[in-house]
């Protein structure tokens, strides 16, 4: 399978209701109160209630959702027993 490269990440937050994340390389996890993406520049966790994912397009990597935002966190560690395992729980 074919890797692919997205150059630029951004992140867009509406009234922190609404967000738009571009350079998205994968959906790693995700409920209602937490949103954990694989992007370009590393894991970011978003945090909230009532979170949904409208719209993912993987082939440009860009994701769409909506739902109170609480927190958005980026975090290089890769081990399960850390921060994620924490803050997913």
Do not use: C, P, W
């Amino acid at each position: 399978m074919e890797e692919k490269t997205y150059l630029n990440h951004n992140i867009i937050i509406e009234n922190r209701k609404k967000f738009v994340f571009s350079g998205i390389k994968d959906i790693i996890n995700f409920d209602e109160e937490n949103i954990l993406l694989d992007t370009s520049l590393g894991k970011l966790a978003v945090k909230g209630n009532n979170l949904q994912i409208t719209n993912f397009n993987n082939e440009n990597g860009d994701l769409n959702g909506e739902g109170r935002i609480h927190a958005v966190i980026y975090t290089a560690q890769d081990s399960g027993q850390g921060f994620f395992s924490k803050l997913f729980r």
